[in-house]
């Protein structure tokens, strides 16, 4: 398709298009001759995820870049692919004393990298839920961790089924887009449940 | 205490202590001598708040303004409260047709209520993942549903045990400073199952 066609199917001015091309965001099209360039569904899938990233979360264009990169050129693994994909998405976390969460990741079980910026991220969170004046100890930690774990696993099985390239496009996105339905489903879960409580108080 | 001991035990400021009072947000001392008050624990907790919410969580201070209000003159019920106060928390979804999210909610036999800002955010978040090219389906909504639900559940057990001022301050509270543990648990389940399972492919 032509770049009015690519603007018209993503609703992406061609002013913005061009610029991502520009900035190496978005592969240019197949020359087809001196002024046109041709487009395909890849462009389309790209520029969706471009969009994704910089209006629904609201990413700045240095950190969509940087996640752009990881998807074109992941780590050797998955694993450290998602650790620097993880880095790039808020919150920015810059602990350097990270014992509160290490205490919690390893009494959980779970496996303890220093250099995983969600070390950090916990770190900043347990400190921000004790300074206002909440509750994070073994139980408070282990209510979210097993129904977590549970998230996360279901998460995990589409990935055998995919390439090794398609595997860190998704969990990258993944990581970035589920993030605002769980939390909106959470407090659904909380109204939900206060309402019906609240109805069984009246009968 | 003095306004300075205050000032030592919280970490903030004398200057940003008067600009909360003269702002509403923290109540005056009780007034010992003409230019002397005298603050209570009570003055450290509610600066605590301030504190997580507008340094931890970067809200505005609209938004804080608003929240503490909603601990300090609640809702005829938990219910609406909870209900107010997120509206005051990011993300402000703006979404005037809520479809996606109400056939979710109604799928997952949750309480529907167009009032409700999280069924706007729910709306927003499963744009922004079929944007990106992901799926959000009845089998994706309840892979979240299930696990959420117990998270919550759990997460209202303690508000028996609170008087009603209590309960309203530990929901709103609850809301927004639990919400970066739970992201920062999820990225660290994956990353923990990535790595899990890499060393069993290693052997």
Chains 1, 2 share one sequence.
């Not at 240095?62 to 692919?81: G, W």
């Not at 993880?86 to 919150?91: D, G, M």
């Not at 004046?133 to 696993?153: F, I």
């Not at 996105?173 to 108080?201: F, V, W």
């Amino acid at each position: 398709m032509r770049i009015s066609e690519l603007s018209e199917h993503s609703g992406i001015p061609v002013a913005s298009i061009k610029f991502y091309i520009r900035e190496g965001m978005l592969p240019r099209g197949t020359a087809t001759s001196a002024t046109r360039a041709d487009y395909g569904d890849e462009h389309l899938a790209r520029l969706r995820v471009i969009q994704a990233l910089s209006d629904v979360r609201a990413l700045p264009l240095a950190r969509v870049k940087e996640i752009l990169s990881l998807i074109d050129a992941p780590d050797e693994t998955p694993y450290a692919t998602l650790g620097r994909a993880v880095s790039a998405l808020p919150p920015y976390a810059d602990e350097t004393n990270t014992d509160r969460a290490r205490e919690t990741i390893e009494r959980l079980g779970l496996t303890y990298d220093e250099r995983f910026a969600a070390v950090g991220q916990l770190e900043a969170a347990i400190r921000g839920i004790e300074a206002a004046g909440l509750t994070w100890d073994a139980e408070t930690a282990a209510r979210y961790a097993g129904p977590l774990l549970r998230v996360a696993a279901a998460e995990l099985l589409p990935l055998a089924e995919l390439s090794e390239s398609e595997q860190v496009s998704y969990a990258v996105l993944g990581t970035a887009m589920y993030e605002p339905a769980i939390l909106a489903l959470r407090r659904l879960a909380h109204q939900h449940l206060l309402a019906t409580r609240a109805t069984d108080d009246d009968m």
